[in-house]
């Protein structure tokens, strides 16, 4: 156990799996985040350029 590994979001290492709730896929290596590419926040589908003007 160590008190400095208490990190929200460790960097790419091997064998992470997805930080969403019942999501536990693998993360790549290469993937910088917490989330697989499903549940990647910052790539939520949504369309690019374009404002949802209701
Ligand atoms: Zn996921």
């Known amino acids: ?3 400095s590994e208490e ?3 460790v960097r790419a ?3 992470r799996v997805c930080r969403e709730e019942g999501c536990h896929t693998r993360l790549s290596i290469y993937n910088d985040g917490c989330y697989c590419s499903v549940h990647e926040p910052m790539s939520v589908p949504r369309t690019r350029g374009r404002k949802l003007a209701t």
């Open 1 to 3: 156990m160590t008190p």
């Open 7 to 9: 990190r929200p979001c």
């Open 13 to 15: 290492q091997a064998g």
